[in-house]
């Protein structure tokens, strides 16, 4: 059993019914709101210093909910995706959510996690995602380099992002199956990871300046080579 926690998350774990649910724990003031959704899942009004407990967390919005796991998606069915987003060593569960909420958002994109150095999908993560993640397509695999070759048996092209890389991001060509590749908050693309990108593409930007995070990075990436190359 799990707590998720924030009103958006709850209320799109149970739009996505893909958990079950055993309890929903609101303060008094989202009852009504959160009953007319919660269908026959019982509602419990709770102080809010009685939710902080539970989540242990200060930013459940006064919305939480006890639920089962999170069940990842296996690789095969995240390859049925036309765009995937391939995590390296992310680390940090507010990168991972945001990663997962714009992917999802901007191109429906599988997400594929390690199952080492990474941040699963934990209610951090959701909440991060705000719910996104219990919609989108996320696969956890213990070795993400075998998880990249099968993608490129598969068609798809592997995109690194680096600021190093030797291709602007506006002149990658438009691919019909396309993995985006992004590295840790700290390492970057692992030197291993790096050799199954078929090419490695870099944001331009003013001078040397060179602030963006992981999770901005991969936004920029995704409009860039998937949803505006499609409106061309």
Not at 145 to 166: M, P, Q, S
Not at 177 to 205: C, F, N, Q, W, Y
């Amino acid at each position: 059993m799990e707590v998720i926690y924030g009103k958006n998350p709850v209320l799109e774990a149970l739009a996505s019914g893909r958990r079950t649910f055993y309890e929903i724990l609101v303060a008094r003031q989202h009852y009504d709101e959160i009953v007319a959704a919660a269908g026959k899942v019982r509602v419990i009004i709770l102080s809010r210093k009685e939710l902080d407990h539970i989540t242990k967390s200060a930013f459940h919005q006064g919305v939480a909910a006890r639920v089962s796991p999170f069940r990842y998606t296996p690789l095969k069915e995240v390859m049925e995706k036309k765009v995937v987003v391939l995590l390296d060593s992310v680390e940090d569960p507010q990168n991972t959510g945001s990663i997962i909420r714009t992917a999802y958002a901007l191109a429906d994109a599988g997400i594929v996690i390690p199952e080492d150095r990474a941040a699963h999908v934990t209610p951090s993560v959701v909440k991060a995602s705000a719910g996104a993640a219990e919609h989108a397509a996320v696969a956890r695999v213990k070795n993400l380099r075998t998880a990249a070759k099968e993608l490129k048996k598969e068609g798809f092209w592997v995109v690194g992002l680096d600021a190093r890389g030797a291709v602007p991001l506006s002149e990658v060509p438009s691919y019909d199956r396309l993995a985006v590749l992004v590295g840790g908050e700290d390492t970057g693309i692992r030197s291993g990871m790096e050799k199954e990108a078929d090419l490695m593409a870099h944001i331009p930007m003013r001078s040397s300046f060179n602030s963006l995070n992981v999770s901005q990075s991969a936004a920029i990436a995704i409009y860039e080579l998937v949803v505006r190359k499609a409106g061309k």
